[in-house]
Each structure stands twice: as C-alpha cells, then as structure tokens.
C-alpha cells in the first residue's frame, strides 16, 4: 500500500471564491488527493494529501490560473 504523502504549499491566493474554484479544478484532475486552503496563515497555504501527488502538475494549475504557488519543503 503506498503512503499517503502531505505536501505544503505557499501562495499567495486571498479570496475563498478563488480558492474554491481552485480546489474544484485540483480536484477534477488529481485522483484520490484532497486539497483546502488556510488563507487566514500569512502564506495563504495549499495542502495536499493523497497517495499520488504530483507536485509539478498542481503548482503549474495554480500558475496557470495567474496565482504563485511555492512549496514549502520540511
């Protein structure tokens, strides 16, 4: 069984409706991961969890849609 993998993300998205409609996006295209938004933390945080996240893919949606997205390594 792989191991459910919990990655952070830096960005710097500001408005719930934004990050909803993020989120729907993710979602549709990254099987079996979830994802939600802290914007209330200074560095407007993406998680990620799930067994199979493609890191590269998700920060590329997020530049796509015009938003930074950074990850927070340990």
């Not at 939600?36 to 920060?59: H, M, P, S, V, Y």
């Amino acid at each position: 069984m792989t191991p459910t993998q919990i990655e952070i993300f830096k960005t710097n998205v500001s408005s719930e409706i934004a990050a909803l409609n993020l989120i729907t996006k993710l979602v549709s295209q990254h099987e079996n991961v979830r994802f939600n938004f802290d914007l209330d933390d200074c560095d407007r945080i993406l998680r990620a969890e799930g067994t199979e996240l493609k890191l590269k893919d998700i920060q590329e949606q997020l530049t796509l849609a015009g938003f930074n997205c950074e990850l927070i390594l340990d």
